[in-house]
């Protein structure tokens, strides 16, 4: 070697050593404590004021303050909390903050969040397990009904390619604000499915991830990107109310499904389910279109009468209702927290199936409007579909 390339590399080494040593210390955050208490850390020297809105609490107007400490990092301490998946963000001076120490994030609609699982038999059906493992296909399909070619998400479970076999199928929907991405993103669905299908607790299904906002092709990552909505079309929720969606479930989406992956086509080997506005529509599908599904689940979402349901018709309600009841599904499962903001119209919901006679099965959870929930609910249906 010549003098100056041995120069050289002496000068890069002591360059490098000298960099390591001035390299701040790096962050831990979340650090899991034994118990299952999380630390929360963030260096912000010019911040005035952290805090902290996680998933574990009860009502999320409520967030938690971290003090400074030494070298400006910000510290707070939570728990124990119980195994499970939660997401949270920082407030730093107002304005939310991603965990820089933490690189998992999840997205539901416009909400990015990091996410934190702590172990536990919960939270085993969440993560990846050394077991056979289906795929997930971001699918396109012709939509006349909306006017549009739209995208999917579609599980196909452990083996389907190679079996030849033909499969039942859940048409699983979003809540507001959200899109085919979420129930993969934060629920987690095909994981939940693989360990549950592994463990011989699931029939092996396919699961249909729809996007329930009819104004739009798809996430916002993929939809055309000089597209817009036609002049004096409602947005947002109110989008997600206008009936198109439904409409197009029964007519695009299922027959599209039905002709292009080998299932079995009819009424006591499709279910259907939603969360919260999914749960809307997997009512208003259902209402009004008896005897098309035998396995019905409603989470997180009650009689929706107020300001943005559309012409709702209580005597309406009770004839759809009692055809529905004519039809005997083999399953209705509704299912809320109890601290869930929509709490009273899952009662009144309940009351109105009782006043019709329409036979369901509740399952009552701790905690809000989460996706802490729905996930639980999602490791609870499955296993009784298609049984």
């Known amino acids: 070697m010549k003098n100056g390339s041995l120069v050289c590399l002496i000068c890069l080494a002591l360059s490098t050593f000298s960099w390591a040593q001035q390299r701040p210390t790096p962050v831990v955050s979340p650090e899991i404590g034994a118990d299952n208490s999380v630390t929360f850390r963030l260096k912000a020297p010019n911040a005035k004021s952290v805090r902290l809105i996680g998933t574990w609490l009860k009502d999320l107007r409520n967030t938690i303050e971290l003090t400074r400490g030494d070298s400006s990092v910000f510290e707070t301490k939570v728990g124990p909390l119980p195994a499970d998946m939660y997401e949270y963000r920082f407030i730093v001076d107002g304005l939310p903050m991603l965990d820089p120490a933490n690189n998992v994030v999840t997205r539901d609609g416009s909400i990015f969040e990091n996410r934190l699982i702590l172990p536990g038999p919960l939270t085993q059906l969440y993560d990846v397990q050394a077991v056979p493992h289906g795929n997930v296909a971001a699918v396109w399909y012709p939509s006349p009904t909306i006017g549009m070619d739209r995208r999917m998400e579609i599980y196909t479970p452990p083996g389907y390619e190679k079996s030849g076999k033909k499969y039942p199928v859940l048409y699983l929907f979003h809540g507001g604000g959200g899109d085919e991405e979420g129930w993969l993103s934060r629920g987690r669905t095909n994981y939940i499915l693989d360990n549950l299908v592994a463990a011989g607790k699931v029939q092996p299904m396919i699961v249909v991830m729809t996007n329930g906002v009819p104004n739009v092709a798809a996430s ?37 499904v039905e002709a292009n992956y080998r299932v079995i086509a009819d009424p006591a080997h499709r279910a259907i389910s939603g969360l919260s506005m999914g749960g809307y529509h997997t009512q208003q599908i259902t209402n009004a279109n008896p005897g098309v599904f035998d396995y019905i689940g409603v989470m997180s979402m009650g009689v ?75 490791t609870e249906l499955t296993p009784m579909l298609f049984r």
């Open 304 to 378: 929706f009468d107020g300001p943005m349901a559309r012409n709702y018709n209580k005597e309406e309600h009770i004839k759809q209702l009692q055809a529905l009841k004519q039809a005997k599904p083999k399953l209705y499962w509704i299912a809320c927290g109890k601290d869930d903001f929509l709490y009273e119209g899952v009662t009144r919901l309940r009351a109105l199936y009782d006043q019709v006679g329409l036979p369901y099965t509740y399952r009552e959870s701790e905690g809000g409007h989460t996706w802490v929930n729905w996930r639980l609910y999602l």
């Open 220 to 256: 916002p990552g993929e939809r055309p990107v000089f597209a817009k909505p036609k002049a004096g079309e409602p947005a947002g929720i109110q989008a997600m109310t206008t009936g198109k969606f439904e409409a197009s479930v029964i007519k695009d989406v299922i027959p599209f």
